[in-house]
């Protein structure tokens, strides 16, 4: 389920906005009008019996503490998805002091007294002085700071003598509990995990224990984490327009004044004090909720929560930092300068959650933008005016707004851009849309609701929904049911009332923008000995609980494979719901057939046989069927999802929407220009950049980026070869891949009946072969490094792989992975780091050891350094190897393939040459696994490393990478690693190589 309310998703990661300094803030009008909000929010009434219309069956509950506790049984996997919500964010911080509920949410996972400490009474002195530096830390000179600094680093290494980092999840993974993992937002703060359901007793244990007395351990290292996190906010344009967005729409309120992550002032001045503070104010058992959804008993489940959760004593709550709720008056501009595409953003105050217009500002979102028939959708995408353009929105705890953001062609100003969106608005007003309309956005939120009730985390997630946003549970369950009763009138009300004069431009303009750099404290490694445990860790870990048998998928029972003309089908079924998806996989992409993806982008502009491309996706759209299209280097998917009512009607129009597409010159001069100016703008994009950077790196001219066609074979591209692009993969055999209600026999009727032409296998995957380490380097302004390296290694054999997951599992299985814990744990050496094996999908695809860090530029030798001697490394230590072991094992016996994920793993496996299921002989196999084992399988990936660098040159110290890996340095323009004409504006002169 999206996060808020249906129809609005967020403009952006707003746990990832920032502070900066602005122009003058606008004149401001009186904020819409809202029901009065408490000072102390609502507590939900307890619920003992499920509402009768309630899907998820929910129960509510509270504890002698004032806890709240929401409960929804599932059986399918014998696991929990447990969610603990916070009401408290970044609105929450003093204006002095942002960014500490973001900090405070990392410093949750370091522990307490009890838990990541071998001798707490010996470590406190010295967490004392610690409190005591970073409170002299905001009035000190430079000259007193960088010696603060320095106590703060040592005061850190005499904790850190008994310190255990990390151990908060190397307990977890002990126990099977996976996913573990934080978000803060602005009105609330979340803790995450996924647990066996014998292991609820010890997660709530250890969850009660770090809510009420944390222990604030390792604080230095933690804000090198937090600086990183800055520093990608720093590196996205998406953030900054965000920033500006809710400063200009909220000028007197926390949600515009504040950040997520904070001012860079505040996080050069942490305040360990204030973070006390916050976590006593807020931290409280009546401004929480836990909330359950699996395989629980709700009588046994309530006693063990109670009996853990007893000691966490409940407060009186203060009111919210004020925050005044005026808007802005008139059209009010802020300009953003970035590299990559232009845009512009339009942006409107509406309601908080749970306002009585909320359900029709919900249809009203997706009238807009549903990603197929809405009003957006159709008058500037489909029609090709604009290269891409969405809708957005949020609706927080004390207010909300509404954005269309539409971006520019090369040959449109932002004028013309700013029209083509207010146009939008001008139809929506006018009415031009229909009852019809209405009740299909209702089918589709019905369908992702019924999607959520698939997963205990999408449950979950859900009824985290209502508690957050300070709903009761009635109203939430029949939100749809509250969607369903809205009328035209309703919108074109609420359409009126709230998209007036009063609006925010934001507009960004093609520009360099040079990231301010935050500072590099130093800091001191901490030494992580994976066999210290504390005696609380070793006791939850020998207490007694039953793993579930494990449970392999078989055929016959849990899927079937068919053969049909088109080509082989494996197929589940729902039990569940009436809803089905089904892919068609053909071995088919850009690599043999170069515009096929250019095509498969023109079909979505096309009409179908005698439809025109509006009527087709008002068609789907209404028939509650979504197809959508996947093409790569090697294969291309395309898929249907839907009610299973309409599968034969939806196939179809498929079938006759590849054969008959209907399009005219104009609409592929429009693509054509729209395609141009998009892959202009990819070439300024940092995440696009890496990828291809990367993958330039590994593979070389074979990489998969460049198969795609040049910019001058697409102008010569007409529309008929284009069609016959769309026939040729028509007419092809593919795999069926299908979940829904129906027997394999019964689908194979309502698939097509002509035979598909044969497909040539796609040829083996490799690393390219070379003969000396090399760096790829590609520079771009930006505050951080993207580094990736990868060691080759021809095809692994069938009996390495349990080796490699057991390696995978060493190296990055979750957060107490091996590359983790000494890079960004013990070292403040970067906010991402990872390493990953990859076995290659078949037996005949080499394999690839892979390590990445994401991490300041005068870092990165320090980082890469540890990182080639992580991957490298011939024995990761019995003790590691031990708990992870334990760990996959515990994963692999109490975890089941979704239903829904059944004909993916079935295919995967086919395509190694597995018969069925492999796990079973895989865990069979984990068991003996040791160090000569790992080593052996470590010595594959001897071949001279290949990395890829994409940052700022005069950030980063090349030479002295260089030299760390005696290799060869090759400098490359964007247009080196993509097959597009080169970006207009100067890039760096290529350096000749050694």
Not at 289 to 306: F, N, Q, R, S, Y
Request: net charge negative; glycine share 6%.
């Amino acid at each position: 389920m999206p996060r808020g309310p249906p129809g609005l998703r967020p403009s952006s990661q707003r746990h990832d906005r920032k502070h900066r300094h602005l122009p003058p803030r606008p004149p401001v009008a009186p904020a819409p009008a809202a029901p009065p909000r408490s000072p102390t929010p609502p507590t939900p009434r307890p619920l003992p019996t499920p509402l009768p219309d309630d899907p998820l069956a929910v129960t509510i509950h509270r504890l002698s503490n004032g806890l709240t506790v929401y409960l929804s049984v599932d059986r399918e996997q014998p696991r929990i998805s447990a969610w603990i919500a916070i009401r408290a964010g970044s609105r929450h911080d003093p204006a002095h002091s942002t960014g500490l509920a973001h900090y405070l949410e990392h410093m949750m996972f370091k522990g307490t007294a009890r838990l990541g400490t071998l001798d707490a009474d010996a470590e406190r002195p010295h967490l004392a002085r610690t409190a005591a530096l970073y409170d002299r830390l905001p009035r000190s000179t430079p000259g007193e700071r960088a010696a603060i600094l320095a106590d703060i680093d040592a005061a850190t290494q005499s904790a850190a003598v008994t310190a255990i980092p990390n151990e908060l999840d190397r307990l977890y993974a002990g126990l099977g509990i996976l996913d573990v993992n934080a978000f803060t937002t602005d009105d609330t703060t979340v803790y995450m995990a996924d647990l066996p359901a014998a292991r609820l007793a010890a997660w709530a244990r250890v969850e009660a224990e770090r809510l009420a007395a944390p222990t604030f351990r390792l604080f230095l290292p933690e804000l090198e984490a937090v600086y990183e996190e800055k520093n990608i906010s720093l590196d996205t344009p998406e953030d900054r327009m965000d920033e500006a967005l809710r400063l200009a729409l909220f000028p007197r309120h926390p949600y515009g004044t504040q950040t997520i992550l904070g001012d860079a002032e505040h996080l050069r001045n942490p305040a360990l004090a204030e973070m006390v503070a916050y976590h006593r104010r807020w931290y409280l058992p009546n401004n929480a909720a836990l909330i359950l959804a699996g395989d629980l008993d709700p009588t046994a489940a309530l006693a063990a929560l109670e009996l853990a959760f007893a000691t966490w004593s409940p407060g009186q709550l203060p009111p919210p930092p004020p925050g005044a709720l005026d808007g802005p008056v008139g059209r009010i501009e802020r300009i953003i300068t970035a590299e990559g595409e232009q845009s512009v953003t339009l942006a409107w105050r509406t309601v908080p959650a749970g306002h009585p217009d909320e359900p029709a500002l919900a249809v009203l979102a997706e009238l807009v933008d549903n990603d197929v028939s809405g009003l957006l959708n159709v008058r500037l995408l489909l029609s090709g005016e604009l290269p891409d353009a969405d809708g957005h929105g949020e609706q927080l705890v004390d207010g909300g707004y509404f954005a269309l953001t539409g971006v520019a062609r090369d040959d449109q100003s932002h004028a013309e851009v700013e029209r083509l969106l207010r146009s939008v608005i001008t139809d929506l007003k006018a009415g031009a849309f229909t009852q019809a309309d209405i009740d299909a956005i209702v089918l589709h939120e019905q369908i992702r609701e019924q999607m959520a009730r698939e997963s205990n985390n999408g449950r979950v997630s859900w009824i985290a929904d209502a508690y957050l946003e300070r709903r009761s549970w009635p109203e939430h369950v029949r939100f749809v049911a509250a969607m369903a009763r809205v009328t035209h009138g309703d919108i074109l009300r609420v359409a009126a009332t709230y998209l007036g004069a009063d609006h925010v431009a934001i507009v960004r303009k093609r520009g360099r923008h040079d990231p301010p750099k935050m500072p590099k404290p130093v800091i001191t490694p901490v030494p992580i000995d994976p066999a210290r445990i504390s005696r609380f860790a070793a006791e939850l870990l020998a207490e007694a609980a039953p793993d579930p048998d494990p449970v392999w998928l078989q055929e016959g029972r849990d899927y079937t494979r068919r053969s049909t003309p088109a080509g082989p089908l494996i197929a589940a079924q729902n039990r569940r719901s009436d809803l089905f998806s089904l892919t068609l996989r053909f071995e088919l992409g850009t690599r043999q057939r170069p515009l096929l993806g250019h095509a498969l982008d023109l079909l979505a502009l096309s009409g179908a046989g005698d439809l025109d491309a509006e009527a087709l996706q008002r068609r789907l759209f209404q028939l509650g069927t979504t197809i959508d299209t996947d093409c790569g280097a090697d294969q291309t998917r395309i898929f249907v999802t839907g009610v299973d009512e309409h599968l034969e009607q939806s196939l179809a129009l498929l079938d006759t929407w590849l054969r008959r597409p209907g399009f005219d010159d104009d609409t592929v001069r429009d693509l054509l220009a729209n395609t141009l100016s998009l892959r202009r703008d990819e070439q300024d994009d940092p995440e696009a950049l890496a990828e291809a950077l990367a993958e330039y790196a590994r593979r070389g001219p074979a990489s998969d980026i460049l198969t795609r066609p040049g910019d001058r074979q697409l102008r010569q591209a007409r529309g008929p070869e284009l069609a016959r692009e769309l026939a040729v993969l028509a007419d092809s055999s593919r795999h069926h891949l299908y979940f829904g209600p129906r027997i394999a026999d019964a689908l194979v009727t309502a698939l097509p009946a002509s035979a598909g032409k044969p497909v040539a296998p796609r040829p083996p995957r490799a690393l390219r072969p070379l003969a000396t380490p090399t760096i790829f380097f590609l520079h771009r302004d930006m505050a951080q490094a993207q580094i990736e390296v990868a060691l080759a290694s021809p095809p692994l054999p069938r009996s390495d792989r349990p080796a490699a997951r057991l390696l995978n599992q060493i190296l990055g299985g979750d957060m107490s992975g091996l590359v983790f814990q000494q890079i960004r744990e013990a070292r403040g050496l970067a906010y991402s780091a990872s390493g990953l094996l990859i076995a290659g999908a078949r037996d005949i695809d080499g394999a690839a050891l892979l390590g990445r860090l994401g991490t300041q530029a005068d870092k990165s030798r320090e980082a890469l350094t540890l990182l080639l001697e992580i991957l490298r490394a011939p024995d990761p230590g019995d003790d590691r190897i031990a708990a992870a072991r334990v760990a996959l094992t515990r994963e692999m016996v109490a975890t089941r393939i979704p239903p829904r994920r059944v004909p993916d793993w079935v295919q995967v496996w086919a395509e190694r040459g597995e018969t069925g299921d492999p796990r079973a002989w895989e865990l069979a196999t984990l068991q003996s696994l040791a160090a000569p084992q790992l080593q052996a399988l470590q010595h594959h990936f001897t071949a001279p490393a290949i990395v890829s660098v994409l940052a700022d040159r005069r950030r980063i110290d090349l030479a002295a990478l260089r030299q760390l890996l005696q290799a060869e340095l090759v400098e490359l323009r964007a247009s080196d690693i993509f097959p597009y004409a080169a970006p207009q504006t100067a890039t760096p002169a290529r350096d000749a190589g050694p």
